[in-house]
Each structure stands twice: as C-alpha cells, then as structure tokens.
C-alpha cells in the first residue's frame, strides 16, 4: 500500500463507521436492552456479578461496558469505567443517557466512583436507567444520584 492511498482509506473507514452509528441509531435497541446484551460479556468469577453499561452520545452512537474483575479484587474495572473508555476512544467526550444492569432482582445503580466518572461527561438532567434481572426498572438522573458533585468549577 503507498502511503498516498492511506488517507482516502481511512476516511472511508470513517464514514463507514458515521454511517453505521447513523444506521444503528434508527433500529438501535433501548440501552437499557444494549447494556442487558453486553452484561453477558463481563468477567466476574470471583463475584458472579455481571454488569453492563451502555452510554449514549449526542451523535446517536452507543458505547457499552462490563465489569471486568481481578484477583487483586479491588483492581477489577466498572462497566461504566469500560463504556466511558469506549465512548472516549471513540473520539467522543459528552454523555446524554446511560444504562446499567447487574445481577439483581432490584435496579443496579452505579457506585459511588462511576457516579463521579459519569458526571465528568454528563450534565446533572441525563437520565440514567438502572434495571434487574426481574424486568424492574428505575431511572433517576445524574443530579438525583450525585448531588453536590465535584465539578472542575470548584478548581477554578
């Protein structure tokens, strides 16, 4: 391959990606049925707790994460962690509406840390889903879950 052909390529490749993130976005299932899917995916051997994730942009693109556990237990990764590093490989840095399920019979929220990441991305009015493995769902939004957040106003 010359090297003069390797732009071209690679702006087909985005298009490509443009137009299915455009496709996928008109046929897309809910996130909340994105986040259940990917659940699947998640490494918990030692807690049998599978989470997934999945974020919305404004672009209509949706990143998904999974838990991802360690046996230095407290070095494992949330699946809001892994859809955020998605979303940002992705080249993409504003959130607008999040999902998360885990293996509970009642809504799973997120912790206390991924309640931080979500609002670096997030404004306080995004709604965020939470459903269970018995089909309840809830939806609070990141302000209900996060009030008084550290915000980067409080570094200027």
């Known amino acids: 391959m010359h090297l003069s052909t390797r732009p071209r390529n690679l702006d087909q490749a985005l298009k490509n990606v443009t137009k299915y993130r455009q496709i996928r976005s008109r046929f897309a299932m809910t996130l909340l049925e994105d986040a259940t899917k990917i659940r699947e995916m998640a490494y918990a051997p030692y807690s049998n707790f599978k989470v997934g994730a999945a974020i919305r942009t404004p672009s209509g693109a949706v990143f998904t994460g999974v838990n991802v556990e360690n046996a230095a237990y407290p070095e494992g990764t949330c699946a809001e962690a892994g859809a955020i590093a998605a979303m940002i490989a992705g080249g993409e840095t504003v959130i607008t509406e999040v999902a998360v399920i885990g293996s509970s019979q009642e809504p799973t929220p997120p912790c206390g ?44």
């Open 113 to 156: 840390g991924c309640r931080q990441k979500l609002r670096e991305f997030a404004d306080p009015s995004v709604k965020v889903t939470m459903g269970s493995m018995s089909g309840k769902v809830l939806t609070m939004t990141v302000e209900q879950l996060l009030p008084g957040a550290f915000t980067p106003d409080y570094m200027e």
